[in-house]
T-cell receptor, first 110, second 112 residues
């Protein structure tokens, strides 16, 4: 079964780059790895997804090594509004099931 | 918001009573999911559906059942509610294009 782990929490200062890594073994080989942001009392919100190597959009980058046993979300120049919990989401092999990572609570300090 | 609504948004019920939560979508997505979120446990998959009348179990399916009789509605039923099922329940749909999931606003359920 897929298993995912993330650091429980991270602190950063405004303007810094933040990297959050999710470790995942035995994930679906033909499915995307997706990252979400969640604020209190809200549902998770899609940030970025990728299949391999590097993907960049207007808010983040995602790095996935060739073995796909981990993925790293990179947030450039964080601001106070980026304070939230960040989750990775991966698929189980051979199913339509998905499992969330344990979540990383990011606190951005002024 | 991908046209997802959940009802009710808040519910308080007593132990032993059946409860049904509804997820409704307006964009004809094939895949729908029910998750629960508890402090210290993140989001855990309860059940999911990959089409009308096609459902399967997730990580924490004991005590829950689901039904999907039409594309737009995915119902989650707690057959006999227990205090351990006090949680926030999120419904999600999956976009066919990129596999990303979009979440509803959540239902806060309290079982007393």
């Amino acid at each position: 079964l897929a298993k995912t782990t993330q650091p429980i929490s991270m602190d950063s200062y405004e303007g810094q780059e933040v990297n959050i890594t999710c470790s995942h073994n035995n994930i679906a080989t033909n499915d995307y790895i997706t990252w979400y942001q969640q604020f209190p009392s809200q549902g998770p919100r899609f940030i970025i997804q990728g299949y391999k190597t590097k993907v960049t959009n207007e808010v983040a980058s995602l790095f996935i090594p060739a073995d796909r046993k981990s993925s790293t979300l990179s947030l450039p120049r964080v601001s106070l509004s980026d304070t939230a919990v960040y989750y990775c989401l991966v698929g189980y092999p051979g199913t339509y099931k998905y499992i969330f990572g344990t979540g990383t609570r990011l606190k951005v300090l002024a | 918001d991908a046209g997802i609504t959940q009802s009710p948004r808040h519910k308080v019920t007593e132990t032993g009573t059946p409860v049904t939560l509804r997820c409704h979508q307006t964009e004809n997505h094939r895949y729908m999911y029910w998750y629960r979120q508890d402090p210290g446990h993140g989001l855990r998959l309860i059940h999911y559906s990959y089409g009308v009348k096609d459902t399967d179990k997730g990580e924490v399916s004991d005590g829950y059942s689901v039904s999907r009789s039409k594309t737009e509605d995915f119902l989650l039923t707690l057959e006999s509610a227990t205090s351990s099922q006090t949680s926030v329940y999120f419904c999600a749909i999956r976009s066919r294009e990129g596999n990303e999931q979009y979440f509803g606003p959540g239902t806060r359920l309290t079982v007393t």
